[in-house]
């Protein structure tokens, strides 16, 4: 299958495209170039007309790219032209960061439901879908009940391999991971890591 | 100059390695192959072990890395071998979470400044250091007076132009950007971004 032969690293790249079409749509921008994207992204023009390519053709040579359409184009191949549900376990000063995260909105996502341990948590309101937080035993069938398949880790380290393991119990095939942790996980799960030690160590090198 | 001939893509990758090669160490292993880091990775071990090429060569043909003395190579590499004054801007929910979070022990930053707006946070005390975190008006003379050269912004989108515009006239040269938006920075400067929607779309294709 043709989609199948497109390597991870190419699919990776897209929503940093699909975030830069995002920018020059607020920006008010209809046309925009390989070339543009590039400097802005600090990848090179080659590159982002080799990774479009796998897809099919977004532009016309030397018109550019209409940029709805190839935001729309790129919004469909991640299928985030939907809503996905999200269960978000943690809502500590981080979970409650991540539920009131404005740049969800338009994107593909919403936190529709949040777990802690924390009885003094459990029952409050919080996130921008006025979520109430649910205790954690709840997680599991919470998960089955709505068919969610995304999950956020925003707990300490030590809870954190125990909750991912409730969640692909329950159902979750694609984890964002806060905690400072590599998770265990079985074929056909999928784990993102957010850390700022990697983003900061990132720059370092250049100072 | 050979290290400017490295590619940034190859930089980004190292302190990746750099993460799995931590919690090796904390498992107690001491030996480790381009295929272990690998599959753990979900990157080729040629990949691997083209990248560590650049730098000369960490292993035995046969006898795999010795874990402890590749962790402090790409340490020095990365100039992670030592610790780096990080100033935060921004102590709500996030400024108070990146401020506690554990991962940064040992990896070459101390968030040292923490500056808010809002007069309700100003004086408090966050963080793993016990910050005291101070009026946003002494953001340029702290960063000049103590010579910091990262920053990283936890502010309202809205923000967060501002704040990287008086972080880099102060002498900033690396900013890592919570904020849901594009900073615009002068040649020379440095942005990487925290975004869970970028995290979150890279694995949705899959589903």
Redesign the interface.
């Known amino acids: 299958m043709a989609k199948r032969s497109i390597p991870?690293i190419v699919?990776?790249r897209?929503?940093?495209y699909?975030?830069?079409l995002n920018?020059l749509i607020a920006e008010g921008r209809q046309i925009t170039s390989s070339q543009e994207l590039g400097d802005?992204l600090?990848i090179s023009s080659a590159q982002i007309r080799k990774d479009l390519s796998h897809f099919g053709e977004f532009g016309k040579q030397g018109t550019g790219y209409d940029i709805v359409f190839l935001y729309e184009q790129l919004s469909a191949?991640?299928?985030?032209n939907r809503m996905?549900d999200?269960a978000l376990v943690g809502a500590?000063?981080?979970g409650?960061?991540?539920a009131?995260?404005?740049?969800?909105a338009g994107?593909?996502?919403r936190i529709s439901a949040i777990f802690d341990t924390d009885p003094t948590k459990i029952g409050k309101i919080v996130g921008v879908h006025d979520a109430t937080v649910l205790d954690v035993q709840a997680l599991g069938p919470t998960i089955q009940e709505r068919g969610i398949?995304?999950g956020?880790i925003a707990t300490p380290?030590v809870d954190a391999q125990a909750v991912a393991r409730t969640m692909i119990d329950a159902g979750v095939?694609?984890i964002?991971n806060y905690a400072?942790?590599?998770l265990t996980v079985p074929t056909g799960v999928?784990v993102?890591?957010?850390?700022?030690?990697?983003?900061?160590?990132?720059?370092?090198?250049?100072?």
């Open positions: 991870d699919i990776g897209l929503p940093v699909l975030r830069a920018f802005r600090g191949i991640l299928k985030v996905w999200v500590g000063n981080l409650k960061a991540i009131d995260y404005p740049g969800f994107k593909g996502f398949v995304i956020i380290a095939k694609s964002l400072p942790i590599t999928r993102q890591y957010i850390d700022p030690v990697v983003g900061l160590q990132r720059m370092t090198y250049y100072l």
